[in-house]
Each structure stands twice: as structure tokens, then as C-alpha cells.
């Protein structure tokens, strides 16, 4: 699930892209084929073509020299995971490069072209994933081929993860982490990445090093019901409502960690006017409830700030005619790093306030810190980055949403959100209709890559 940084209201300094370095047009040639060739599997739950995917993937590799035993793939249902790794010359812990195969449905009747056929217009590339995340696996692949045909050499054993349900279940990403938690650290082509403007000029690149926590809280009540003409005071449907509008009146404390400090302190002064004087004193002073509360009044930055909770899905009732022997309510909660899914349910069932109330953590969700800013990660990103546009400010950001790297980082091992796409705004349609990716971004990508590898699996 990609997810483009917070701050797309960012407005630095544009920089001239730099042409990428060692990449060849027969590179860049190899990489769309694979993209392409990725868009045709669908890789929607319930296909069964994940498999199919990974095989292809792992075929790839093979052909660029990669032996059979250092690939597996591993069914898991009707989906499965990819494992290759690259064995590196020394005994450090591996890197991790992470993607996921899946991708969410499409309806080929409400695109104007089929979701499953890579099409290229007018220097797009069109097609279901070819955002999210099938661009940054299909780099990622190339990019080991390419540098393994060359003759590089790591001295930190590279592994490539791809799971097989990150849309959906996660059940592959648990899987993986647990197999991987002794990595070094892992770079997730499934989010961060760089932002351009709408003249296409780069604006700004965002480096994921944090996540909330996704959950899910059911809150229900049961009456005796009865026949509507003679109602009561005991009402399933009004004791939900009342506890709907507690919660949706409720703030949760403002909170900050390092990601958030200097996300907001790196767009204090891009922004500037009131929003951007309120993120530099909330920077300083998490503390600052004032500040915390005008910053989010912007909806594109509340979930910078603090936890969220909101009802998302009610059910009730089971006929007009008579009184609710029942009535349930979804709160989706965004959850800030570091404070526990147990602690959020405290809080609501105190808001709720209702002994009647049954409040239910769903589908046991997965907390995790956010990864600290390591000196070698920042060092590395921020030269690939400005390979292709010097001087661009890179900036650490934290995803109100989630991906594959909350699992990694709950085993411990740190994990940082480096896709290699340049995109405008309104040009990212990952999740929706038409799809697409700018193909003058490919040898970038590619550079940006090889840039990472050549510099973190030393």
C-alpha cells in the first residue's frame, strides 16, 4: 500500500535532475519489460496468481545468474512469498530489500483501459500496480540482475523479501519477518519516495522511517428488542449513537518521536504562515496543545500529531418494525508508535462510558516503534537523492497508514520506507482508477537502486 508522504503542501527549492550513471538504455530497456510483464499477473486476492508472479520473478534472477538454491518460493494458501538471497563476501547481518506482489482489485469496465495490460501513453505507463508496488519490485529485481551480471560483489548478504498478501492479511509480511528478524535493517520499496510538482519539478523526497498502528475496535450493544410501537428507554441503536459522538468529540494527547520532529521542522518553513509557525513550536514543544490542534485542523497533517479514532462502519437493527436487538460500530484506529492497541481500548471503553458496551480489539493488530534516523541510512538515501536532483531535501516522515515494514520493524529490525518513483500528485493513482508511472523515471530508479546497494551492503 504506498503511501506518499504527508507533506505534499512542501514547496522547496526545485533542482535539475541529474541523468542516471552506469545505466544503459539496455538496463532500462530490461526493467519495463519486467514492470510490464508484472502487470499482466493479477495479483488480486482470490487469484491465485501470486505464485505465478514469484516464479516469474524468481526466473529473472536465475537467468542473471542467481543459482537455484538461494531462491525460494514458498505457497502460503492461495498466495506466497519470494526469498532471494545474495550472498554476501563478509559475516555481517543481511539488508533486507522489501516489496509486496499483491496488488487491490480493478474493474476493467470502469477503466478506460484494461487494468491488466501494461500500456504505454504519452510516457506513462498504465496498468493495476504499476504504482503499488509492482514499480519498485520490478527495480528492485532488475537492479540485483543488472549488478550481478556486472560482477558486483556485496560484503553484506542481500536478501530480497517479497510477500504475497501486504493489501490484504499480512500473514505473508508476519511470516517473513520472523524469518528475517536478524537483518541488519530493511529498505521497502513500498513507501517513502519523491515528490514533484505540478510543472514537474522535485519538490521534495520523503524517507518512511516510522508507521501507526492499523486497528480495529468493534463496540457493540444488545437490547431485548421488541415491537417498535412500544419502545423503551433501552435502545441498542441510541446507546451506540451517544457512544459515537463521545468518541468522535475526543482528541487524543498530542505525541511526537524523532521522525515527526524533524518532518515538521523541514516543513515549518516551507509552509510558513500560521500552520508552519505552529509545526516549528510543536517541534520543539510537543507539549504545545494549541499548536498540536492548529496543525491539525489540516486534514493532511493530523495524523502527524497524535492517535486518531473514528467510526468507519455501523450495523443495526433487523427489522422497521422493531427495536434493535442489536447495534455495532468499526473504529478505525490510527495508533501513534510506541503506545499499545490495549491502551487506545482503555480509552474508548472509558469514552464510551456505558457498562452495556462490549468494546473488542479486532484481528490482533501489530504495534511497533518507529526506526531510529541511523547516520548510514540518511547518508546513503541522501546521495542517491541527489544523484538525481542535488540538493533536495531529504525528509525523515512517519505514515499515518501501513505497510510490510511495521511487521519488520516489530521484530526489531529496523526498516525505512526508500521507493526509487518520482511522481506529481496528481498523477498517483495507487488504489484507483487508471493507474500509471512516468517511464522517464526508470533509469533513475535504477541508479537510485544501485546507489543504495552498492553503499549499504558494504
Not at 534516523?373 to 542535488?390: Q, S
Amino acid at each position: 500500500m504506498k503511501l506518499r508522504s504527508a507533506f505534499l503542501g512542501l514547496a522547496l527549492a526545485a533542482a535539475a535532475p541529474v541523468s542516471a550513471q552506469n545505466i544503459g538504455p539496455t538496463d532500462i530497456a530490461e526493467a519495463k519489460d519486467i514492470l510490464k510483464r508484472s502487470v499482466a499477473f493479477k495479483t488480486v486476492e482470490g487469484q491465485g496468481q501470486v505464485p505465478a508472479y514469484a516464479a516469474y520473478l524468481a526466473s529473472v534472477l536465475k537467468e542473471a545468474g542467481f543459482p537455484d538454491s538461494d531462491i525460494t518460493v514458498t505457497p502460503m494458501g492461495e498466495t506466497a512469498t519470494l526469498v532471494a538471497r545474495w550472498p554476501g563476501t563478509g559475516d555481517a547481518k543481511p539488508i533486507v530489500l522489501l516489496g509486496h506482489m499483491d496488488v487491490v482489485a480493478a474493474k476493467p469496465e470502469d477503466w478506460e483501459r484494461d487494468p491488466f495490460i501494461a500500456i504505454e501513453e504519452q510516457g506513462y505507463l498504465y496498468g493495476r500496480g504499476v504504482e503499488d508496488n509492482k514499480y519498485d519490485i520490478s527495480m528492485m529485481v532488475a537492479t540485483l540482475a543488472q549488478m550481478r551480471r556486472d560482477g558486483f560483489k556485496p560484503e553484506r548478504t542481500i536478501v530480497l523479501a517479497l510477500t504475497g498478501d501486504e493489501e490484504t492479511a499480512m500473514a505473508t509480511t508476519r511470516a517473513l519477518a520472523q524469518q528475517l528478524k536478524g537483518a541488519e535493517l530493511v529498505l521497502n520499496g513500498d513507501g517513502g519516495g519523491g515528490l514533484l510538482g505540478p510543472d514537474g519539478k522535485p519538490v521534495f523526497y520523503g524517507l518512511q522511517g516510522g508507521e501507526k498502528t492499523y486497528a480495529d475496535f468493534e463496540i457493540t450493544f444488545t437490547s431485548p428488542g421488541g415491537h417498535s410501537s412500544a419502545p423503551t428507554g433501552d435502545n441498542a441503536i441510541q446507546h451506540l449513537a451517544a457512544a459515537l459522538q463521545r468518541i468522535g468529540a475526543y482528541d487524543f494527547p498530542p505525541q511526537a518521536n524523532e521522525l515527526t520532529r524533524a518532518s515538521l521542522t523541514a516543513a515549518s518553513e516551507q509552509i510558513g504562515g500560521e500552520i508552519g509557525a505552529a509545526m516549528a513550536r510543536f517541534a520543539k514543544d510537543p507539549t504545545d496543545r494549541a499548536a498540536a490542534d492548529l496543525i491539525s485542523s489540516r486534514p493532511e497533517f493530523i495524523g502527524q500529531v497524535r492517535t486518531t479514532c473514528v467510526a468507519t462502519m455501523v450495523n443495526a437493527g433487523h427489522a422497521p418494525n422493531a427495536l434493535p436487538q442489536r447495534a455495532t460500530a468499526n473504529i478505525n484506529c490510527r495508533i501513534f508508535p510506541g503506545v499499545s492497541v490495549e491502551s487506545v481500548k482503555a480509552k474508548l471503553t472509558e469514552l464510551v462510558a456505558d457498562e452495556k458496551a462490549q468494546v473488542t480489539v479486532l484481528d490482533d493488530p501489530t504495534g511497533s516503534d518507529a526506526s531510529p534516523l541511523r547516520p548510514d541510512v540518511m547518508a546513503a538515501v541522501t546521495k542517491a537523492v541527489h544523484a538525481r536532483y542535488p540538493d533536495l531535501a531529504v525528509v525523515p516522515s512517519m505514515s499515518a497508514g501501513a505497510t510490510d515494514s511495521y511487521h519488520f520493524r516489530a521484530a526489531g529490525v529496523p526498516s525505512y520506507g526508500v521507493s526509487s518513483l518520482f511522481i506529481r500528485a496528481e498523477d498517483s493513482f495507487a488504489h484507483g482508477l487508471n493507474e500509471r508511472v512516468p517511464v522517464a523515471g526508470i533509469g533513475p530508479s535504477l541508479e537510485h537502486w544501485r546507489s543504495l546497494l552498492r553503499d549499504l551492503s558494504r
